[in-house]
């Protein structure tokens, strides 16, 4: 099955500094990688996704990268802000087969000011 | 419209009672997936539900079970519960099978096991 890596477990960034987040899939035939946020004490909400046809997306401030030659995809924050602070799992599924969404071990950013 | 609804959020439980816990998808929504949350392990995947079928189930002992109902509300039931049961569970609800739609995440249910 599917495994996902996810680096680094902590991250602390200041304030307007970048934020990089990285994850590696084992499953070569992977084509959906989203990421979603954790608050403190709230549900996982998703604040990117990337399908295997894009090899970059942004949306404002963050954007993901992909490589699939290496199994490789990233998350990228731009101008941090504390309301950046939070738990960050990527993802990824091989949707053709239907399989389970399999999590990374997340990464917890904080943002100091 | 209403969110993914999870009942109760909270619950103690002691070693060797089962537990049931319940999540209302968005409606809509047909897929139901369960996870348990713990620190350091992130989200670990239970299993699936779509249109009244487990579609996928993770590696989880057979104390583990759940259901849908036509409606598309789903439960999870843990029997013989064990310390290592606490966690945050987490159900996600999608509106199609096969996780590539985006997952709405319910609030969870925190249970402790004493």
């Known amino acids: 099955g599917e495994n996902v890596e996810q680096h680094p477990s902590t991250l602390s960034v200041q304030e307007g500094d970048s934020a990089v987040i990285k994850c590696t899939y084992s499953?070569?035939?992977?084509?959906?990688f989203p990421w979603y946020k954790q608050e403190l004490g709230k549900r996982p909400q998703l604040i990117i996704d990337?399908?295997?046809?894009?090899g970059e997306k942004k949306d404002q401030r963050i954007a993901v990268t992909l490589n699939k030659t290496a199994k490789h995809f990233s998350l990228h924050i731009t101008e941090t802000q504390p309301e950046d602070s939070a738990v960050y799992f990527c993802?990824?599924?091989?949707?053709?087969?239907?399989?389970?969404?399999?999590f990374g071990t997340g990464t917890r950013l904080q943002v100091t000011l | 419209k209403a969110g993914v609804t999870q009942t109760p959020r909270y619950l103690i439980k002691t070693r060797g009672q089962q537990v049931t816990l319940s999540c209302s998808p968005i409606?809509?929504?047909?897929?139901v997936s369960w996870y348990q949350q713990t620190p350091g392990q992130g989200l670990q995947f239970l299993f699936e539900?779509?249109?009244?079928?487990?579609?996928n189930k993770g590696n989880f002992p057979g104390r583990f079970s759940g259901r849908q109902f036509s409606n598309s509300r789903s439960e999870m039931n843990v029997s013989t519960l064990e310390l290592g049961d606490s966690a945050l569970y987490l159900c996600?609800?999608?509106?199609?099978?096969?996780?590539?739609?985006?997952?709405?995440f319910g609030q969870g249910t925190r249970l402790t096991v004493v």
């Open positions: 996600a609800s999608s509106y199609r099978q096969g996780g590539d739609t985006e997952a709405f």
């Open positions: 499953d070569s035939a992977s084509n959906y």
């Open positions: 990337i399908r295997s046809n894009v």
């Open positions: 993802a990824a599924i091989n949707t053709g087969t239907a399989s389970k969404l399999t």
């Open positions: 409606s809509g929504h047909r897929s």
């Open positions: 539900y779509f249109s009244e079928t487990q579609r």
